[in-house]
């Protein structure tokens, strides 16, 4: 009996044993990435050479950098052929060992795996988990992976571009969508599953609500005493009791529509995870321990 429980206690401690170096290899690989190639003052990296020659990179950190001193917010744009895992968890690193603004967005792509197992990932910290919220990551996401998807690396780049500052002046007007550059509209998304609402509208609402605890239970009252007013009548047995002869008159009624709107809205596809809601963003805490917004998704 004791050589049974000793077999089991050795092939635990085997097992806990290969579990641990499978941990610790995983973890290192990512831990030990090479950060060092990665600075603040950098904001457009194609590790590999995927962007045609159209692409200067200078110029591309150029522009993100622009966008930067204007909303406040720091963009980068991050291609890497050397890592093969989650996407969003390198975003995470890379944005801590860079040492980038704490208001950031981030398209971070990993190319090091097969076609079907690269990753693309939108990774936000501080004001940018507010201005991309789960409709506006899922929407980022779905317009990029058309790109991705045949390898078409600048249009991707011009994608998060033009999607990341119209998403910014989006949460900054408090509008409720955009357009991409294939003509889809992307919807901001709503806060915990309700309404986002400015403070008028706040103030509206409640007013609302004020309306209809006091109102109700009046109307039902006044009801009630309108109906006691009446007596039973008797029961009709025809028709007839209520009708009178030449005091029916029906006209026929025809319906015509003068105008028609068309909305076009673009179908998602289900990503790895997703941001918060509308004007308030979403975390997810990652395997370094940080909190931080977004979502991933194969390609």
Excluded: C
């Amino acid at each position: 009996m004791k050589k049974i429980k000793l077999g089991v206690m050795i092939i635990i401690a085997v097992i806990l044993s290969f579990a641990a170096v499978y941990t610790a290899s995983a973890d290192s690989s990512l831990e030990n990435y090479d950060y060092g190639r990665f600075s603040n003052n950098i904001y457009a990296y194609d590790i590999g050479g995927h962007f045609s020659p159209d692409i200067d990179l200078n110029y591309a950190s150029e522009i993100l950098a622009g966008m930067e001193s204007k909303y406040g917010v720091t963009y980068t744009f991050i291609i890497v052929d050397d890592y093969s895992g989650e996407a969003i968890e390198l975003a995470d690193y890379i944005w801590a060992n860079a040492g980038y603004g704490d208001d950031y967005i981030s398209a971070v792509i990993t190319t090091g795996g097969r076609v079907g197992e690269r990753d693309a990932a939108v990774y936000t910290q501080g004001r940018g988990i507010n201005i991309m919220n789960d409709n506006y990551v899922d929407g980022m996401l779905d317009s990029m992976l058309v790109a991705l998807r045949i390898g078409d690396w600048d249009g991707a780049f011009v994608i998060f571009i033009d999607l990341a500052e119209k998403m910014t002046v989006s949460y900054n007007n408090n509008t409720s969508s955009v357009d991409d550059i294939y003509g889809n509209t992307i919807y901001a998304s709503m806060s915990g599953g309700g309404a986002y609402y400015t403070e008028d509208e706040a103030d509206g609402a409640s007013a609302v609500l004020w309306a209809f605890i006091v109102g109700i239970p009046a109307a039902v009252i006044a009801v009630m005493l309108e109906l006691a007013k009446h007596k039973p009548v008797k029961k009709a047995v025809h028709a007839d009791y209520y009708v009178k002869d030449g005091d029916a008159k029906m006209s026929l009624v025809q319906d015509s529509f003068l105008r028609s709107k068309e909305t076009r809205v673009k179908i998602s596809s289900p990503s790895g995870s997703g941001g918060g809601g509308r004007g308030s963003g979403g975390t997810s805490v990652r395997s370094s321990g940080r909190s931080s917004g977004g979502g991933s998704r194969r390609f």
